[in-house]
């Protein structure tokens, strides 16, 4: 068997790409609610911290 690794909505993977009575594990990497905005930072390239940064996702519930 060949382990695959999915990135993005869990029951939108499940429902399309995963058979039914087949999956052995979902991984779920919380915090949860947490109501903040991530960003992804940026190094220079001499390696040196970045003011730039981009939103990564939103973690919040409208």
Known sequence: M???LYYGDNLDILRRYIKDES????YL????????D???LFKERN??????QIKAFEDTWH
Do not use: C, E, H, R
């Open 23 to 26: 999956v052995d594990l979902i």
């Open 47 to 52: 390696g040196t911290k970045s003011s730039a």
């Open 2 to 4: 060949k382990n695959t």
């Open 38 to 40: 991530y960003n992804v």
């Open 29 to 36: 990497d919380p915090p949860f609610k947490s109501n903040q």
